[in-house]
């Protein structure tokens, strides 16, 4: 009896102790593990189970055929790359020339660059509104002020169909060239400015700094920073939903807004999963570019 209970301890030790001699987990260990188990259930629940839950939604072919059959998809398809092409094109050239002017010392640049970030900073659905009000074409503030001091007639911002893309477009380029103009200043002021100097030694001008200097630096940045605004703006829902809601008759919607017109006011979950899953092509292959340019500026 004495031989067995003196054997338990034993028994008991080897199961809670490795064979270096430290516990299977340590007082940080566990203190570390019970922080992370409720972000893992978060993850699980918020993360995992949506995206698995939507590709089994995704695997019924009907819903297919009543997408591919719908007359409003091939525009909203036509609409989705104009507003990706057009929108993303002109956000990033803008801010790569605003930025040129922003990193120019002066506290009246300072201030003038606290302004410029307002529209990113502000939240989506009262900028928007406002200029939902604003573009009104019966009584909002652009056509008065269009027929007050020109004389003319406005046109119809929203109810016309290519006004309706056109202020879209602008809209979303308005909210987020703040945001990616600063991303660009960042990059700039980040040059060491030794290379202008021995540019400016050299005879270089404005152009040819700007060729051989500040582009080649920030390259990487630009690049990366064009590939998350394009992943980031096909899920662009607010823009197009708080502007036009899609209309008039359906013709400004995006694969974002017509996934959510399939899923929630036609109770179509299936449709809209396929709607949505319709961006794949262009998103799978940028991400993995993404990704694969991170990975190798971090090994760098």
């Known amino acids: 009896m004495i031989a067995s209970g003196a054997a338990l301890p034993q028994a008991n030790s080897s199961r809670q102790w490795l064979g270096s001699g430290r516990p299977l987990l340590s007082f940080k260990e566990k203190w570390a593990l019970f922080f992370l188990m409720p972000f893992a259930a978060m993850f699980v629940a918020f993360v995992s189970y949506p995206i698995l839950y939507a590709l089994f939604l995704a695997t019924d072919r009907s819903a297919y055929a009543r997408v591919f059959a719908d007359p409003i998809y091939a525009r909203t398809l036509w609409n989705t790359f104009l507003f990706i092409a057009i929108g993303v094109m002109l956000k990033m050239l803008l801010a790569l020339g605003l930025s040129s002017f922003f990193v120019l010392p002066g506290r009246a640049i300072r201030v003038i660059a606290a302004l410029f970030i307002l529209p990113w900073a502000v939240p989506h659905i009262p900028s928007i509104l406002s200029i939902r009000w604003m573009l009104n074409s019966e009584w909002g503030m652009i056509n008065n002020i269009l027929f007050q001091v020109f004389g003319v007639d406005g046109p119809a911002w929203l109810t016309n169909p290519s006004y309706g893309m056109a202020s879209i477009i602008a809209v979303h380029i308005w909210k987020y060239l703040p945001f990616w103009t600063m991303i660009l200043v960042a990059a700039r002021l980040g040059i060491p400015k030794d290379l202008y100097e021995s540019a400016r030694i050299d005879g270089a001008g404005s152009v040819q700094q700007f060729r051989y200097v500040t582009f080649p630096a920030i390259a990487n940045v630009f690049l990366t920073s064009t590939m998350?605004?394009?992943?980031?703006?096909?899920?662009?829902?607010?823009?197009?939903?708080?502007?036009?809601?899609?209309?008039?008759?359906?013709?400004?919607?995006?694969?974002?807004?017509?996934?959510?017109?399939?899923?929630?006011?036609?109770?179509?979950?299936?449709?809209g999963i396929v709607t949505l899953m319709s961006a794949l092509p262009i998103l799978v292959p940028l991400v993995i570019v993404l990704t694969r340019r991170l990975r190798r500026n971090a090994d760098a």
């Open 228 to 271: 998350l605004t394009t992943i980031w703006s096909l899920g662009d829902f607010n823009s197009i939903y708080l502007l036009t809601g899609g209309g008039p008759m359906e013709r400004t919607n995006t694969l974002a807004t017509m996934g959510i017109r399939y899923a929630f006011r036609h109770a179509d979950f299936q449709a």
